[in-house]
C-alpha cells in the first residue's frame, strides 16, 4: 500500500503542507480547529510523518531558523507570513521555533541551530531578558553562535562590537509624528503611556524609542514632558498589551485628567485598553482627550472611535530583513546592518481638538 504523503493530507484537508507540518508538531500557530481536522484526516488516512526524512531534509536545504519569544501577537503572526513567502522567493526554507522568556538566553539559539543545521536565524520580536546594562554580553555570546543573525521588528541595541543586524520600523520618527500631530491640532498637555522604568528609557526597546520621540517633538515645540505626564506601565513585563494600557490609566486616573488633552500610547494594544479605562472613567475620545497608536494592528480600525495610529510597513520590514540575512550568507565578513523603515500615519477618529477648560 503507497504510504500517504503531506501534500496528499493537505490537499484532503484544504490547507498548506506547512500547516499540516505545524499542525503535527503541536505548534502554537495554528488554530485548534485545524489542527483538529490535521490529526482527525492524519488518522483517517495512515498518515505516518517520516521524521527522518524530515530531518534529513532540513539538514540538507538551505533553511533558516525564525524564533518568537515568549506569546505571538498579531503583529507577529502577520510579519511571519511575509517572512515566509519572502525566504521561499529567496531559496530558502524557514522554521518556526517558539522560545519560553525563562529559556531566551544565546545557550538556547546555540541548541536549536546546531540540532537543525540552520545557516542562519532571524528573530522576530525582542529576544533575551537581561536588563539593557547586560545587553552586551547576550550580543557577544550570539556572536558565539556562529551563523548570522538579523533582528526583525527590534534593534540590536546592546551598543557593542559584537551587534547583530536589525530591521525595524523607525520607532522615535513615527512616535515624534503623531506627538506633532497632536500639537498641530492644539494640545499643549500631552502625556505618554506607558513608560518602563527610568534605567530603559534611555534603551533601544520599542517603547523608549517611542518615548523618546515623543519627548523631543514635544520639547522642540517648547512643551513639557516631564514626570507629570508620563503614564508608568503597572505591568512592565508585558508593556505591549491591552491590559498593561487599561489598568495603567486606570491608575493614572486617580487624580482626573487634570490638564491633559491628549495621550500618545505606546502601541494600538496599549491605546485599545486605553480607551476602555477612558471610557469607564466617563472621559470621551476624542472630545475630552485625544489618543494616538502604534503598529497598524486591525484592531484599530474596529475600536469605537478608531485610532489614529503609525501603521508598520510588514511587507518592506519582511524584505529588508531577507535581503539583510542574505546578504550576510553570501558575504561572511559583511558588516552588519542597523535598519530604519518609516512607518504611515493612519488618521482614525481618535484625535481631536483639545476640549475647552
Known amino acids: 500500500m503507497a504510504r500517504v504523503t503531506i501534500k496528499e493530507l493537505a490537499e484532503a484537508c484544504g490547507v498548506a503542507a506547512s500547516t499540516v507540518s505545524r499542525a503535527m508538531n503541536d505548534r502554537s500557530d495554528v488554530n485548534p480547529e485545524t489542527r483538529a481536522r490535521v490529526l482527525e484526516a492524519a488518522k483517517r488516512m495512515g498518515y505516518v510523518p517520516n521524521e527522518s526524512a524530515r530531518n534529513l531534509k532540513i539538514e540538507n536545504t538551505k533553511t533558516i531558523a525564525v524564533i518568537i519569544q515568549g506569546e505571538t501577537s498579531e503583529l507577529l503572526i502577520k510579519l511571519l507570513a511575509e517572512l515566509e513567502q519572502k525566504l521561499s522567493d ?21 541548541r536549536i541551530v546546531s540540532e537543525r543545521k540552520y545557516v542562519a536565524v532571524i528573530f522576530l520580536g525582542r529576544y533575551g531578558n537581561s536588563g539593557s546594562k547586560d545587553a552586551p554580553l547576550l550580543s557577544s555570546q550570539l556572536a558565539r553562535v556562529g551563523v548570522p543573525i538579523v533582528f526583525c521588528t527590534t534593534a540590536d541595541f546592546s551598543g557593542s562590537p559584537f551587534s547583530q543586524s536589525s530591521v525595524s520600523v523607525d520607532d ?18 500631552i502625556a505618554y503611556a506607558c513608560v518602563g522604568d527610568e534605567i530603559g528609557r534611555e534603551s533601544g526597546h520599542a517603547w523608549a524609542l517611542r518615548y523618546r ?13 516631564g514626570e507629570a505626564l508620563m503614564i508608568p506601565a503597572m505591568n512592565p513585563p508585558d508593556m505591549y498589551s491591552m491590559a498593561c494600557g487599561y489598568e495603567s490609566v486606570r491608575a493614572w486616573l486617580g487624580e482626573g485628567l487634570g490638564d491633559t488633552t491628549g495621550i500618545v500610547c505606546s502601541c494600538d494594544a496599549v491605546a485599545t485598553g486605553v480607551l ?28 469605537v472611535p478608531s485610532i489614529t495610529t503609525i501603521a508598520q510597513p510588514l511587507d518592506k520590514i519582511a524584505q529588508s530583513t531577507v535581503r539583510v540575512l542574505v546578504a550576510a550568507l553570501q558575504h561572511e565578513h559583511r558588516t552588519t546592518e542597523q535598519v530604519w523603515i518609516n512607518g ?14
Open 213 to 225: 520621540g515623543y519627548r523631543d517633538a514635544m520639547e522642540t515645540a517648547g512643551l513639557l514632558a
Open 344 to 357: 504611515t500615519l493612519f488618521q482614525g477618529e481618535s484625535v481631536g481638538a483639545p476640549r475647552k477648560s
Open 90 to 110: 529567496a531559496g530558502y526554507d524557514s522554521y518556526l521555533s517558539h522560545v519560553p522568556d525563562d529559556k531566551a538566553d544565546a545557550a538556547t539559539v546555540e
Open 276 to 303: 476602555r479605562a477612558l471610557h469607564e472613567a466617563g472621559v470621551r475620545v476624542p472630545q475630552d482627550v485625544s489618543v494616538t497608536g502604534f503598529d497598524g494592528l486591525d484592531i484599530a480600525s474596529y475600536t
Open 172 to 189: 522615535y520618527a513615527g512616535a515624534s509624528e503623531v506627538t506633532r500631530l497632536l500639537i498641530e491640532r492644539g494640545h499643549t498637555h
